[in-house]
């Protein structure tokens, strides 16, 4: 019973969050432990001169020990917010209770013609804690791309070279997680400190 209730919720967390698409590997996700809730926000600015327009963005997070991924993907179409400088999506994942990381976060743009693929190192050490019964809040991250100009079609677009901004928006993303998830709501929600993170500003290089 147990298994299902942790499946359902699962599959009901991992869809109600426009546009983000999560994968969870199956020992995780298929764990009969007292699942714990992570949740933030993944979104782009369009503060010039750096630009966020049709920028996909993944988070890459594991259980620390572990090589398998948990991605976290967003959408450059649907969006939780949108206040004209910045855009994104609230994602929540069920896992069970222990300690995870942030190891790497990449993202990927086009303007039709041009396409880039940009990434952080792969050892970031960002780390955080799951608790049952608990939501873990981990932040906001904006992707923006300084904007480049092409030599050949005279149009602008995400050069590649940009950073992840992390940022503190819980007071607006709690607002929104209560939104998606009305059965979470009384769970205690908790801003957790990012152990490893010593910058603000995390900043990424063209891979492609």
């Not at 995400?158 to 007071?171: F, I, K, L, M, R």
Request: hydrophobic share 35%.
């Amino acid at each position: 019973m147990k298994l299902f209730i942790s499946l359902f919720l699962l599959v009901l967390l991992s869809g109600c969050s426009n546009g983000i698409n999560i994968s969870v590997p199956d020992r995780l996700a298929q764990s009969e432990s007292s699942n714990g809730y992570v949740t933030g926000s993944l979104g782009v600015t369009t503060e010039w001169p750096s630009t966020g327009e049709g920028l996909v963005t993944t988070l890459y997070l594991r259980q620390q020990g572990s090589a398998d991924s948990i991605t976290v993907t967003s959408s450059k179409s649907d969006f939780d917010y949108n206040n004209g400088l910045q855009k994104g999506q609230l994602f929540t994942i069920a896992l069970p209770p222990g300690q995870y990381e942030l190891y790497s976060i990449s993202f990927r743009g086009s303007n039709g013609i041009q396409s880039v693929e940009s990434k952080t190192k792969d050892n970031l050490n960002i780390a955080f804690t799951v608790r049952p019964a608990q939501v873990t809040y981990i932040g906001q991250f904006l992707t923006s791309s300084l904007v480049a100009k092409s030599t050949l079609w005279n149009t602008l677009f995400p050069s590649g070279y940009g950073v992840v901004t992390h940022s503190d928006a819980s007071q607006r993303d709690k607002s929104l997680f209560d939104k998606h998830n009305p059965n979470l709501r009384t769970m205690s929600f908790v801003i957790s400190p990012l152990t490893g993170l010593t910058d603000s500003r995390i900043p990424s290089t063209v891979t492609n």
